[in-house]
T-cell receptor, first 109, second 113 residues
């Protein structure tokens, strides 16, 4: 069993739809990262959160430490949101990250 | 501009020909790491470094070497590349504070024939 699992693996949406990507983990963590990988390959950090909720523009990330679950939401999705979204957790009290295998999102006009 | 740079971005080589992929960061970060990304397997850690002269193995270190002689640089060395090392490689750095944001380089796509 993977220590970090994401769902769904693939997701297609029409422009404007509300998107939810889920991440569940089995290890103890100090924080959880959401990353975005563009079609060209580059990876950028979207959020790092250890509790509650964070919002940046149309992106919202939530985490429930007790349930070991996090969600990434995209409101009013747009074709430029098409990317692979990856969640990652550090092994507790270390900098070592364990990655989910990613969710490939395609948003069509 | 705060960034992590990698070179080369693309490389095609042949089995057994030693190569080095450079990684440099300008953020004075203590922690640096190398990952490889393969379809269906996601990102896996190769080696990491907590500070100068401190390196340690990640999950898939076989066939790779690293060094950390200066804080800003963390080169990845393939002494004798093999086709199973064909992959997309990322270098990343962070401040070293537990769970801090990691900054990723642009990636190096390596093909070993």
């Amino acid at each position: 069993k993977n220590e970090v699992e994401q769902s769904p693996q693939n997701l297609t949406a029409q422009e404007g739809e509300f998107i939810t990507i889920n991440c569940s983990y089995s290890v103890g963590i100090s924080a959880l990262h959401w990353l975005q990988q563009h079609p060209g390959g580059g990876i950028v950090s979207l959020f790092m959160l250890s509790s509650g909720k964070k919002k940046h523009g149309r992106l919202i990330a939530t985490i429930n430490i007790q349930e070991k679950h996090s969600s990434l939401h995209i409101t009013a999705s747009h074709p430029r949101d098409s990317a692979v979204y990856i969640c990652a957790v550090p092994i507790y009290n270390t900098d070592k990250l364990i990655f989910g295998t990613g969710t490939r999102l395609q948003v069509f006009p | 501009e705060a960034q992590v740079t990698q070179n080369p971005r693309y490389l095609i080589t042949v089995t057994g020909k030693k190569l080095t992929v450079t990684c440099s960061q300008n953020m004075n970060h203590e922690y640096m790491s190398w990952y490889r990304q393969d379809p269906g397997l996601g990102l896996r850690q190769i080696y990491y470094s907590m500070n100068v002269e401190v390196t340690d193995k990640g999950d898939v270190p076989e066939g790779y070497k690293v060094s950390r002689k200066e804080k800003r640089n963390f080169p990845l060395i393939l002494e004798s590349p093999s086709p199973n090392q064909t992959s997309l490689y990322f270098c990343a750095s962070s401040s070293g504070q537990r769970g801090d944001e990691q900054f990723f380089g642009p990636g190096t796509r390596l093909t070993v024939l």
